[in-house]
């Protein structure tokens, strides 16, 4: 069985009488330590996917299981708890939170968990220094230049070690070079056997994901198979 | 890092916001605090003046014909009076259960007398009790001290041409005029007022004494309960209160009680609606933070446990600050409206109290925010997906 399943996955948002599908029964699974690109226009559904993925949005009908775990069966906190255990959230616009620092930031899916806190330092330390942060610690975000606010996104999403990352245009307002320093480093992490799910609609990333799946008025419209990732290739 | 963490570094952090959280409820505990503690103090004040402002309990034998004010003597100068209280009986005052509440005890002696071929009413007093209890009095020249002095009433002292430093004759005894009682529009201004002992003495009435004031101490003492133990102890002689002025006054004061209560409930909810505003904003403003930490895994009840603990250190400093700056405005006021020495007091359960009514105001302000924030959908919140 695949890491993640999902099953005639319908959103349907609706706003007085305007009704809009946003994903009409989308089937899809994924293997653990692929690096998946969602791909698709504007509006096509890719965030909502990749929202009722990370557990933030109920799907209309159909079902979303993530290593085994039915997620929209879980009731209560308990979808929070998930969250927190087996996802790592790449945001667009970073949303570091901007009073804490960057240690603190990537502090903060452990602020919640039972640990001594010497040991939540020592974790984010070291996801720090390994998206190349750590001489940078104590700095707010607004202190930090673009591409160092998404390496502290980045760090965050990985300080709880999830099985799963989900980005969301992790490269959307960066510059190429930074964002090819991004995408190199989610790919060092896919290497070292993370799963990821990204979405984007630049296409200048395919050459770094190993299957792409296109959504187009929400429903699937391509699935490819990529291979060799683009940075194997370049080191090749 | 822990949830406090996150509050506190916010708090840090966002200066402005959280000064402007805390003047909120500072105001309001600030009020409070003043206004309960200048009611307290003005009671203390006026407690003391009411000690101070004369008797309350009137001791008098046990005479039909005699009147309240100063028994056994009508404005003729008659003294119709046979029965005398005995002076030594006057100790047993001291000995009722209530003996604590008594602040003073003035006996005294009354009885007519002839000078200079004019009937005279002449009253023997213990100077130091009589001139503390009768604050009202005003003497030109000064109070009586010795057994051969004398002060004289503004009637009395004009109609037998009396001025301070003159001397008058009393039953063949020279007594120096000491004192003239400035106008009181009583009957103190037709008397002659002596030393207890002497006029004893001139009137032949030694170990006697005409009627006893009493000042009972406070406020809220039981006067009803005190007459009946000075009857107790001092059987077949009358005993009265004086309840009209004690009365009078605790209701002038109960009134001011209850306004200040008024003005300080109405100041904590405007307090409240400050806090329960900029909570609100607070929230509104930090929706996407919210977002955020519902993405990472934090549940409801973080959030509102969050945001709650932000709420409890504004409303602890709020109450501290609002306690020192309540005090402070009171000794700033107090000599405004008091009279006499007034007294700052640093009340430990005024303190305690302010602090938990901040922390109880400012939480109960911050708890719809608070659940409000929990309930914010994660993907609506984040706008990022």
Redesign the interface.
């Known amino acids: 069985m695949s890491f993640i399943q999902i099953h005639g996955l319908t959103k349907v948002y609706t706003s007085g009488a305007d009704r809009v599908e946003a994903l009409k029964g989308v089937d899809l699974a994924i293997t653990e330590g692929t690096f998946l690109g969602v791909m698709g226009q504007s509006g096509s559904g890719k965030?909502?996917l990749?929202?009722i993925l990370?557990g933030?949005?109920h799907p209309t009908a159909g079902s979303v299981q993530v290593d085994g775990i039915d997620l929209y069966a879980l009731g209560g906190?308990r979808l929070?708890?998930?969250?927190?255990?087996y996802?790592g959230?790449i945001?667009?616009?970073f949303?570091l939170?901007?009073?804490?620092t960057a240690l603190?930031n990537v502090?903060?899916?452990?602020?919640?968990k039972s640990m001594p806190?010497a040991e939540?330092?020592e974790r984010?330390r070291q996801v720090l220094a390994r998206v190349g942060l750590a001489a940078r610690e104590r700095h707010?975000p607004n202190q930090l230049s673009g591409g160092e606010q998404e390496r502290v996104a980045i760090a965050?999403a990985l300080v709880?070690r999830p099985p799963l990352l989900l980005a969301?245009e992790p490269t959307g307002s960066l510059d190429t070079t930074t964002s090819e320093e991004i995408m190199t480093l989610l790919q060092q992490l896919n290497e070292e056997g993370q799963t990821i799910v990204m979405v984007t609609h630049n296409p200048e990333n395919r050459a770094w994901f190993h299957r792409i799946v296109s959504l187009r008025d929400g429903r699937l419209d391509t699935d490819e198979a990529m291979a060799p990732p683009k940075a194997q290739a370049v080191h090749a | 890092m822990r949830l406090r963490t996150i509050a506190f570094n916010n708090l840090r952090r966002r200066k402005a916001r959280m000064a402007f959280l805390v003047a909120g409820l500072l105001v309001g505990i600030a009020t409070v605090v003043t206004l309960l503690s200048l009611t307290s103090a003005l009671t203390t004040e006026a407690e003391h003046k009411l000690d101070n402002f004369g008797a309350n309990i009137l001791i008098t034998p046990q005479t039909e014909e005699l009147s309240l004010s100063y028994g056994g003597i009508t404005l003729g100068g008659v003294a119709v009076d046979p029965h005398e209280l005995r002076q030594a009986d006057m100790v047993r005052i001291r000995e009722i259960p209530n003996a604590r509440n008594i602040a003073a005890v003035a006996p005294k002696v009354l009885g007519a007398l002839e000078v200079k071929g004019i009937r005279v009413m002449l009253m023997g007093v213990d100077p130091e009790v009589e001139f503390g209890l009768k604050r009202w009095w005003s003497v030109r020249g000064r109070a009586l001290q010795g057994d051969d002095e004398v002060v004289a009433g503004i009637s009395v002292a004009r109609r037998l041409g009396l001025g301070v430093g003159s001397e008058v004759d009393l039953q063949g005894e020279p007594f120096a005029v000491t004192g003239i009682l400035e106008e009181t529009s009583s009957q103190d201004d037709d008397l002659l007022i002596i030393s207890l002992a002497a006029a004893q003495r001139l009137l032949g009435k030694a170990g006697t004494v005409s009627l006893v004031e009493v000042a009972a101490l406070c406020g809220d003492c039981p006067v009803e309960e005190m007459v009946e133990q000075i009857a107790a102890v001092l059987p077949g002689v009358k005993v009265g209160a004086i309840q009209q002025v004690v009365k009078t006054r605790m209701h002038a004061l109960e009134q001011f009680r209850l306004l200040a209560f008024g003005v300080a409930a109405v100041v904590i909810l405007i307090g409240a609606l400050v806090v329960f505003v900029t909570m609100m904003g607070a929230v509104n403003e930090r929706t996407r933070e919210i977002g955020i930490f519902r993405a990472l895994g934090f549940r409801r009840g973080h959030v509102v446990w969050l945001i709650l603990m932000e709420a409890t250190w504004v409303s602890l400093l709020s109450g501290v600050l609002g306690y020192l700056a309540g005090m402070g405005a009171t000794w700033a006021i107090l000599p405004w409206l008091a009279e006499h020495h007034p007294q700052l007091v640093w009340s430990f359960p005024l303190a305690g109290g302010s602090i938990l009514l901040a922390l109880v105001v400012g939480t109960l302000a911050s708890l719809y925010p608070a659940l409000h924030a929990s309930r914010l959908d994660p993907t609506e919140a984040l706008r990022a997906f």
């Open positions: 965030s909502t990749l929202a990370g933030l949005c906190e929070a708890d998930f969250r927190r255990e996802l959230f945001f667009q616009s949303n939170v901007p009073y804490l603190e502090m903060l899916p452990l602020a919640v806190t939540k330092r984010a707010l965050r709880n969301d």
